[in-house]
């Protein structure tokens, strides 16, 4: 009787000959192994999949500068738009939790479909259809009138494409990344770009419907046309990303009844053998039985909850804080809670972006689980104090403290990345994988938004900040505990990728 080693060997030696092509493996000094064809350098430092492109490798990074951008921005508007358009101030709190729980009702199966969808059609077509939905409901967003039924559908719409794109934020990675130990460093790149998407909505973009409002009526038409704009600029970003990102992702052919096709017509291309995307689903969860993906699972968790949580109260913290001082109502400007928003969102982010790098090295160089547990360190130390400050939003100890949120953030980020990308995940379901790692973020939105909303209202405006201090310093805690079951499951690999060689030489012999 064959062992279970065996038997899922030879599966994916089966399942890599039916559809045509076989890909080599080579072994590093540790003993793991990479998957997929030979390594290419670009820029002289990111190793990365032969078949990546220039082009390819800057479109893919410019997609994830756009994907957090639209997503933060969004968060920040949509803020602007409660209280300047639909003049909603005492209950803008539970509004904005309770939008956020209906996005992510929508975008906990969005993106487990989108997941499965990209390992049977290619990564960057669902990519571009991601930034369209997101594209059309900022244009739609310019026209509500009130929050049930318009915003709350505009949510929606855009919750769909934020599901599609983050989840292929994650997923194109592994198809980018061309070894193990360099995955890091192009991790930190994707966070960087991230990260700068995150600052340029928080330092410029957040001031353009302000900067319309003088050029136009007044504010309200000024964030009107702010959103179209970017809206429009996104849904041509989308048909260029369509042509341009890496599509190593994609099957070979596709099916058009019992025609199979391919970009060459002179080229036969074997029919690919369709998984059941059940199975495939089910590949996805199970995953988590490693803590190291499970550990990765957490951090998607942690990380989407610090994005919305910080963006989406932040700004409302401190629009409130104008509120209270006569601002933001009765025709007065709402242009000082924009200044405050774009230096706590902003410059704290953009310095805490000097270390995805750090983070991306040291992600290379020692165990992720203890790089993992550093960040959500910081990030608690840097969450609870600001929670409970009695400051103005300005003062220079806020600032610090954003900072070093901003730090545990990024690093929750690239760490993360690189762990749900391991070796120990089958390439053929990257995706699924890929989809299970967003779905835990939607959860996390879906539970932390709603009730930091409502503790926003009924007990304090820094209650938001506390449940992203409480995640911290529970994926620290996780983080310690893959650190030292970690050895075990090493050597386990080390063992069953022995195993998998000498069957492959068995098998050549053969």
């Known amino acids: 009787m064959k062992s279970e080693i065996e038997e899922q060997f030879h599966d994916k030696k089966d399942h890599e000959r039916e559809i045509g092509h076989e890909e080599p493996s080579t072994k590093s000094l540790e003993g793991s192994i990479i998957i997929g064809p030979e390594?290419?350098?670009?820029?002289?430092?990111?190793?990365?999949?032969?078949?990546?492109?220039?082009?390819?490798?800057?479109?893919?990074?410019?997609?994830?500068?756009?994907?957090?951008?639209?997503?933060?921005?969004?968060?920040?508007?949509?803020?602007?738009?409660?209280?300047?358009?639909?003049?909603?101030?005492?209950?803008?709190?539970?509004?904005?939790?309770?939008?956020?729980?209906?996005?992510?009702?929508?975008?906990?199966?969005?993106?487990?479909?989108?997941?499965?969808?990209?390992?049977?059609?290619?990564?960057?077509?669902?990519?571009?259809?991601?930034?369209?939905?997101?594209?059309?409901?900022?244009?739609?967003?310019?026209?509500?009138?009130?929050?049930?039924?318009?915003?709350l559908l505009c949510r929606l719409l855009f919750s769909m494409g934020v599901a599609a794109c983050t989840?292929?934020?994650?997923?194109?990675?592994?198809?980018?990344?061309?070894?193990?130990?360099?995955?890091?460093?192009?991790?930190?790149?994707?966070?960087?770009?991230?990260?700068?998407?995150?600052?340029?909505?928080?330092?410029?973009?957040?001031?353009?419907?302000?900067?319309?409002?003088?050029?136009?009526?007044?504010?309200?038409?000024?964030?009107?046309?702010?959103?179209?704009?970017?809206?429009?600029?996104?849904?041509?970003?989308?048909f260029i990303f369509a042509f341009t990102m890496p599509n190593v992702g994609a099957p070979r052919g596709f099916c058009f009844g019992k025609r199979w096709a391919s970009g060459d017509d002179s080229i036969p291309v074997p029919k690919k053998k369709l998984?059941?995307?059940?199975?495939?689903?089910?590949?996805?969860?199970?995953?988590?039985?490693?803590?190291?993906?499970?550990?990765?699972?957490?951090?998607?968790?942690?990380?989407?909850?610090?994005?919305?949580?910080?963006?989406?109260?932040?700004?409302?913290?401190?629009?409130?804080?104008?509120?209270?001082?006569?601002?933001?109502?009765?025709?007065?400007?709402?242009?000082?809670?924009?200044?405050?928003?774009?230096?706590?969102?902003?410059?704290?982010?953009?310095?805490?972006?000097?270390?995805?790098?750090?983070?991306?090295?040291?992600?290379?160089?020692?165990?992720?689980?203890?790089?993992?547990?550093?960040?959500?360190?910081?990030?608690?130390?840097?969450?609870?104090?600001f929670a409970f400050t009695k400051e103005a939003p300005a003062a220079k100890s806020n600032f610090v403290f954003v900072t070093m949120v901003g730090i545990g953030q990024i690093g929750i980020i690239v760490t993360g990345m690189t762990l749900v990308n391991g070796t120990y995940v089958d390439p053929r379901f990257r995706g699924s994988v890929a989809g299970v790692f967003s779905f835990c973020g939607a959860v996390s939105i879906m539970i932390m938004a709603k009730l930091g909303g409502y503790l926003f209202d009924v007990w304090m405006r820094g209650a938001p900040f506390v449940l992203m201090g409480i995640a911290h310093v529970l994926i620290a805690l996780m983080s310690l505990y893959t650190r030292l079951v970690t050895p075990g499951l090493e050597k386990r690999d080390r063992e069953m990728f022995a195993k998998e060689a000498e069957m492959e030489k068995e098998d050549k012999e053969d």
């Open 167 to 238: 989840c292929m934020m994650t997923g194109t990675l592994g198809d980018v990344a061309g070894g193990v130990h360099e995955r890091g460093r192009v991790s930190a790149l994707v966070g960087i770009l991230a990260g700068i998407g995150g600052v340029v909505a928080g330092m410029v973009l957040i001031k353009v419907p302000f900067q319309l409002g003088s050029l136009v009526k007044n504010e309200t038409e000024g964030l009107r046309l702010s959103l179209v704009i970017v809206g429009g600029c996104a849904i041509g970003l989308a």
């Open 275 to 385: 998984e059941n995307p059940f199975q495939m689903l089910k590949y996805g969860i199970l995953a988590g039985r490693d803590p190291r993906i499970a550990l990765a699972y957490f951090s998607s968790f942690v990380a989407r909850a610090d994005t919305v949580l910080f963006t989406s109260y932040m700004s409302l913290w401190v629009i409130q804080h104008y509120v209270d001082i006569g601002y933001c109502r009765d025709s007065k400007t709402c242009y000082p809670a924009a200044g405050d928003t774009h230096t706590l969102t902003g410059i704290g982010q953009g310095i805490s972006l000097l270390f995805a790098p750090l983070f991306g090295y040291a992600g290379e160089k020692f165990k992720k689980s203890t790089v993992l547990g550093v960040a959500g360190i910081i990030g608690a130390v840097g969450s609870l104090p």
């Open 39 to 151: 390594k290419r350098k670009l820029f002289g430092i990111f190793i990365v999949n032969e078949k990546i492109s220039y082009v390819n490798l800057i479109s893919y990074l410019f997609a994830c500068f756009l994907t957090i951008c639209l997503v933060v921005y969004l968060s920040v508007c949509q803020n602007f738009v409660l209280t300047v358009i639909l003049r909603i101030y005492s209950t803008a709190g539970n509004v904005t939790g309770s939008l956020t729980l209906y996005d992510e009702l929508v975008a906990l199966p969005s993106t487990l479909a989108w997941g499965v969808l990209s390992d049977r059609v290619g990564r960057r077509y669902v990519y571009s259809i991601g930034f369209v939905f997101m594209g059309t409901a900022m244009v739609l967003y310019s026209l509500v009138e009130n929050v049930y039924p318009q915003m």
